[in-house]
């Protein structure tokens, strides 16, 4: 009898990897803020504030991310939105995380690839900056998340589902590690394990104007709530039931 085959482990970056909340996000929030503001102006004076909050809320509920609003409804270059959006100066200023990071990537069984909505260049340094580089078999970064031509970054099931056939792995062997919920639940349409990261979450919005109800259950499409990524390997049996997991 062959032994089951390993997992394959989907992690996300920001708030999952990492406290992004804390000094990061406000930076490219405040840099985003500014973005939009010239592009719904009038060429003179920015939009409001009020106009901003209600482009990026809309755009964020209606396609899953503001960029790709930003995209169809203002024609903006996803390169320089991305660039400029996340011209945060030294992340060795801005990053806080847990350690042990590496040794839990290590002694997960399976490959590990990175799968984050951010641009490559601030992915990288941020993987950097906490010493994961070597951990992950590949870096899928959001420039790389494009179906047909167009930009289908998370929670997109059809970038998903292409990026599944390219790496030749069964939806049933993977398992998403994510702190967002629309995009845990659509992975698990498609047949993925979740894994749902709270700790770092504030808000319920991308505005920081909602924030998080104190105590929040476990959707049904969410296979394991953690407070930390460290704490994963004391669900193995539940995220990778078909492999064995008795020799870890």
């Known amino acids: 009898m062959s032994k089951p085959l390993s997992p394959v482990w ?7 990897l990492h406290d992004a909340s804390h000094a990061i996000f406000p930076a490219i929030s405040a840099n985003m803020n500014t973005y939009i503001a010239r592009v719904l102006g009038d060429g003179v004076t920015p939009a409001s504030r009020e106009a901003v909050d209600a ?9 899953g991310a503001t960029l790709l609003g930003m995209i169809r409804h203002h024609r903006v270059d996803a390169a320089d939105f991305l660039r400029q959006t996340h011209d945060i100066g030294a992340l060795h200023e801005l990053v806080r995380y847990e350690r042990g990071l590496e040794r839990l ?12 909505n951010a641009p490559t ?7 950097r900056h906490i010493g994961l580089q070597r951990q992950f078999a590949h870096h899928v970064s959001i420039e790389d998340m494009r179906v047909h031509g167009q930009l289908r970054p998370k929670p997109s099931k059809l970038m998903l589902r292409r990026l599944l056939r390219r790496h030749r ?15 845990l639940k659509r992975a698990k349409q ?5 894994a749902w990261v709270t700790q770092y979450l504030r808000f319920s919005d991308p505005i920081g104007k909602a924030p998080l109800p104190k105590m929040v259950k476990r ?27 008795e020799n870890l």
């Open 10 to 16: 989907l992690f996300d970056l920001d708030n999952t």
């Open 169 to 183: 792995v069964a939806a049933g062997r993977c398992i998403l590690v994510e702190d967002t919920l629309m995009n």
């Open 105 to 116: 990537l290590r002694r997960l069984p399976g490959r590990k690839i990175l799968l984050t």
């Open 121 to 127: 260049a601030y992915s990288t340094g941020v993987v």
């Open 190 to 194: 498609l047949g993925v394990r979740t």
């Open 219 to 245: 959707p049904g499409y969410v296979d394991v709530k953690v407070k930390s990524v460290l704490k994963l390997p004391a669900h193995l049996r539940r995220l990778a039931p078909r492999y064995n997991t």
């Open 55 to 63: 482009a990026r809320v809309g755009y964020w509920k209606r396609y």
